[in-house]
């Protein structure tokens, strides 16, 4: 793997559980597996396919129990993973501001989704106690995905779940593979570690709001009124339409003898995606006509500034 950047980092847990150096292997392997799998789930998420993150074990060191890791992000990662999953931020126990995504499940506080909207950057939450939260949309990305969600459950909930551990903790490796000398970044402690619970459905509904142009027909015209007006696609598929240019709308009632459904137009739309856990349904809604495909002389509707 082609690589610009090698962080290395300590996470180690502690409590009197751990205070003979020692930690059940099968614990600490899903540990390890745990911040693996979510490291490059999150990599996939926000930086696309072509992009690899590798993830090693350098040494095993006493200590409370601890263990040094490289994260090594390819030279096509423009997005950095761990500051964007929230490990290199400072995500301490107690600060208000979120940072990451560790900092935004935090302030959760183990809240259900009900449904989210994403608008360009940022998407809003809606918790199914009707309260909302508002974070960049990569972000959320990674805090709706089941494979993050459950790669960090390993990491920062079951091992806290054990009678004697008090906290994890994330950082910065100073001293080479020394797990006992390291700059915090990210404290999970016993109380808190109940937020990174993997749920059992991350969110019931999404909402992806876009803006697309496409070339249509519009196959049904409705005079009276803007809702139920029909557009042929270029894929020939029909979808019905909400007409929300109201130019266009005035534009139309004046030319009604001449509308057809062989007239090209050129139009943006405003495009919904829903997701839901058995289906994803697109809506449109006209924004704009921007023109009608023909030649100068014969254009029903001028060009739109």
């Not at 000398?181 to 402690?189: A, C, N, S």
């Not at 519009?218 to 130019?247: C, G, Q, Y």
Request: charged share 25%; net charge negative.
């Amino acid at each position: 793997m082609s690589t610009t950047k090698t962080t290395r980092i300590t996470l180690r847990y502690d409590g009197e559980i751990f205070d003979g150096h020692s930690m059940d292997a099968i614990q600490i392997a899903d540990a390890i597996k745990g911040l693996a799998t979510s490291l490059i789930q999150a990599d996939k998420l926000i930086n696309g396919e072509e992009s690899t993150l590798g993830v090693e074990v350098v040494a095993f060191q006493d200590g409370c129990f601890g263990t040094v890791l490289d994260i090594l992000q390819s030279d096509v990662s423009v997005n950095d993973v761990l500051t964007t999953m929230g490990f290199l931020t400072g995500v301490l126990a107690g600060k208000d501001v979120a940072q990451g995504m560790l900092g935004y499940v935090k302030r959760m506080s183990g809240r259900k989704i009900a449904d989210t909207v994403r608008t360009g950057g940022t998407t809003k939450l809606t918790f199914t106690d009707n309260s909302t939260m508002e974070m960049p949309s990569n972000v959320a990305m990674l805090i709706t995905d089941k494979t993050v969600r459950r790669g960090l459950d390993s990491v920062l909930h079951k091992p806290l779940m054990l009678d004697g551990a008090d906290s994890v903790t994330i950082g910065l490796t100073v001293d080479g593979k020394n797990a006992a000398e390291m700059k915090e970044q990210v404290v999970v402690t016993n109380e808190e570690h109940i937020s990174f619970k993997a749920p059992v459905q991350t969110v019931q509904t999404k909402k992806d709001e876009s803006e697309e142009t496409f070339d249509v027909y519009f196959t049904r015209i409705n005079f009276r009124e803007r809702k139920s007006w029909a557009v042929l696609f270029p894929d020939n598929s029909e979808h019905v339409v909400k007409m929300n240019d109201d130019a266009f709308f005035d534009r139309a009632n004046k030319n009604k003898q001449e509308f057809s459904s062989e007239k090209l137009f050129s139009v943006k739309f405003d495009v919904t995606t829903t997701t839901t856990a058995d289906t994803v349904k697109k809506t449109y809604a006209v924004n704009r006509v921007l023109r009608h495909r023909a030649d100068r002389e014969n254009k029903l509707i001028p060009d739109a500034e």
